[in-house]
């Protein structure tokens, strides 16, 4: 059964660096989106992005941020200069032809900022 | 602006027990309503969708039912068995907006 991946599982980064997160979406859906998870909180929504731009995006979602689809598989999360409250686990969804239609998700990215 | 919540926080039940699970939201533009399952540490299954068109949706010995006129959702879980021990979450899409807005969910532990 298709499903959604994310890499890495894991990531340790110290404050004021630079990560991405990689995502390769379910292969014939055309939604995407990312949420996170801080420790014992809510999963909030982050970004949706459909047709290469961003459909969406929460307050969360600031000038550190941003998202690409580099090429027709993989979709990705940069946070540009980590901060220790990014510390969350970071969820890649995607959902098929219909922008209201059912999300699945991937196992996540643990990133831990220090 | 959207608000889920999910009573009660946490649950025990022996095995073979049927138990509901709520979900409440304060938006009644919903357009539909998904409920998940998380295992520690782990990423969000999803179990059930249920349109804003529908009053029930099964899967299994899951039934999900949607009332929107009073805010509110319930997950049955038929016969629970240990392995149904997890977090469970719903999450309501409101309106033309294509983000979930996510309960804190129940934490649910069957026991042999």
């Known amino acids: 059964e298709p499903e959604v991946t994310q890499t890495p599982s894991h990531q340790v980064t110290q404050m004021g660096q630079e990560v991405i997160l990689r995502c390769v979406p379910i292969?014939?859906?055309?939604?995407f989106y990312w949420y996170r998870q801080i420790l014992g909180q809510k999963v909030e929504f982050l970004v949706s992005?459909?047709?290469?731009?961003?459909?969406?995006k929460s307050e969360i979602f600031d000038d550190q941020f941003s998202v690409e689809r580099p090429d027709g598989s993989n979709f990705t999360l940069k946070i540009r200069s980590t901060k220790l409250e990014d510390s969350a686990m970071y969820f890649c969804?995607?959902?098929?032809?219909?922008?209201?239609?059912?999300?699945?998700f991937g196992p996540g990215t643990r990133l831990t900022v220090t | 602006k959207q608000e889920v919540t999910q009573i009660p926080a946490a649950l025990s039940v022996p095995e073979g027990e049927n138990l509901v699970l709520n979900c409440s939201f304060t938006?009644?533009?919903?357009?539909?309503l998904q409920w998940f399952r998380q295992d520690p540490g782990k990423g969000l299954t999803s179990l059930l969708l249920?349109?804003?068109?529908?009053r029930e949706q099964t899967s299994g010995r899951l039934n999900a039912s949607l009332d929107k006129s009073s805010g509110r959702s319930t997950l049955y879980i038929a016969a629970s068995q240990p392995g149904d021990s997890a977090t469970y979450l719903c999450?309501?899409?409101?309106?033309?907006?294509?983000?979930?807005?996510f309960g804190t969910g129940t934490r649910l532990q069957v026991t042999l």
């Open positions: 999450a309501a899409r409101t309106g033309t907006a294509s983000k979930l807005t």
């Open positions: 249920i349109q804003s068109s529908q």
């Open positions: 938006d009644s533009a919903i357009y539909n």
């Open positions: 969804a995607s959902s098929g032809g219909r922008t209201l239609g059912e999300q699945y």
């Open positions: 992005f459909y047709n290469n731009e961003i459909s969406e």
């Open positions: 292969s014939n859906h055309l939604y």
